[in-house]
């Protein structure tokens, strides 16, 4: 699709080419002399309306870039794990932060995680645990603003299997991977879009199902954002 600049450069292309094949004709003598008004009219009636529609583009692209420049914009960053322990419900804790110069608002969120395979394979889809769900303790973050959620796979428990995958080198990991619903102060709707493996380490295991900071590595896609 064309931009802005391009539409008006071939709006004056086709003036400027009937301009010419006008002028031509009429000098050639294939226009009557009484066609000369009729021409000039016929001018200046297509250069309004395209000075009209340029000029309504323009405000339309001064007003889309000053959106894009003052929005909201929320990121989604996991950085802790707990119950990493066989028998136990794994659950990593996420931090949402608004990036943006204006509120982000009625924010709702969906998160859940899964032993898949590393890389993740393509066309794998995640259960999210339950629906959208609102933060009801910030429903509304201003520029700079933060605010934590934990995801987990429901009721589902680590097997010794599962468990041996985070935390050693192997072709599985555990993801954690959701979305984040928004409105911004321009009123329109907007979502973000998440996906991260924990880094197998030793680590997790020494933490026997406490809480422990992990290295997050972001998957090569489901991670973009509107």
């Known amino acids: 699709m064309l931009d802005w600049n391009a539409k008006i450069w071939v709006s004056f292309a086709a003036i400027m080419g009937v301009v010419v094949g006008g002028t031509i004709t009429w ?7 009484h066609d000369a008004a009729t021409l000039v009219s016929l001018l200046v009636a297509i250069f309004t309306a395209v000075l009209a529609v340029s000029t309504i583009g323009l405000w339309t692209d001064t007003r889309l870039s000053t959106e894009r420049q003052l929005r909201a914009c929320l990121s989604v960053i996991p950085f802790e794990a707990n119950n990493i322990v066989v028998g136990q419900v794994p ?16 924010i709702i969120h969906q998160a859940g995680l899964g032993i898949i395979d590393y890389p993740l394979p393509p066309g794998v889809s995640f259960a999210y645990t339950g629906t959208l769900s609102p933060l ?20 589902l ?14 072709n599985r990991r555990l993801y954690v991977a959701g979305r984040v619903a928004y409105r911004d102060a321009f009123g329109r709707d907007r979502e973000t879009k998440f996906c991260y493996s924990i880094v197998p380490s030793p680590t ?13 590595s972001p998957a090569d896609r489901e991670n973009d954002w509107t």
Do not use: M, Y
Not at 91 to 106: D, F, L, M, Q, S
Not at 157 to 170: K, N, V
């Open 91 to 106: 659950v990593v804790k996420c931090n949402i932060v608004n990036h943006g110069v204006t509120p982000a608002k009625e």
């Open 27 to 33: 000098l050639l003598g294939i226009w009557a002399p």
């Open 136 to 155: 009801v303790s910030k429903p509304v973050l201003h520029h700079g603003q933060d605010i934590d959620f934990s995801a987990s796979p429901g009721s």
């Open 204 to 216: 997790i295991a020494q933490a026997a199902g406490g809480p422990v900071s992990v290295e997050f």
């Open 157 to 170: 428990l680590l097997s010794e299997a599962d468990f041996l995958a985070i935390t050693t080198r192997s």
